[in-house]
């Protein structure tokens, strides 16, 4: 088993920025790539940015490219989500992901409100 925690979530104006953390325990090694899922009121969940845990290989999903980056301390066991120019509709709750060939790891989600 894999637990993942977030947190860093908050209310923020338009423009501004917020970091999001995920502190990752448990059996690491089940662990080949984790993403950075967000559930928009009225849509379904969407990966916004994905990372290979060993590697460090990185992917976004085209609403967030070019301001919002991931990354991860592997020494730490924590992954991050540095959002910049956050605009009302990033607004929702984002999710930590993690799993070896699919997403079989989800932590509690963590709230994003852009307000404009």
């Known amino acids: 088993q894999v637990q993942l925690k977030e947190s860093g979530g908050g209310l923020v104006q338009a423009g501004g920025s917020l970091r999001l953390s995920c502190v990752v325990s448990?059996?690491?090694?089940?662990?080949?790539?984790l993403d950075w899922f967000r559930q928009v009121p009225g849509k379904e969940r969407e990966s916004v940015a994905r990372?290979?845990?060993?590697?460090?290989?990185?992917g976004y999903g085209d609403s967030v490219k070019g301001r919002f980056t991931i990354s991860r301390d592997y020494e730490k066991n924590t992954a991050f989500l540095q959002m910049n120019n956050l605009k009302p509709e990033d607004t929702g709750v984002y999710y930590c992901?993690?799993?070896?060939?699919?997403?079989?790891?989800w932590g509690q989600g963590t709230q994003v409100t852009v307000s404009s």
């Open positions: 992901v993690a799993g070896r060939s699919s997403y079989d790891y």
């Open positions: 448990g059996r690491i090694a089940d662990i080949y790539a």
């Open positions: 990372i290979t845990w060993i590697g460090g290989s990185t």
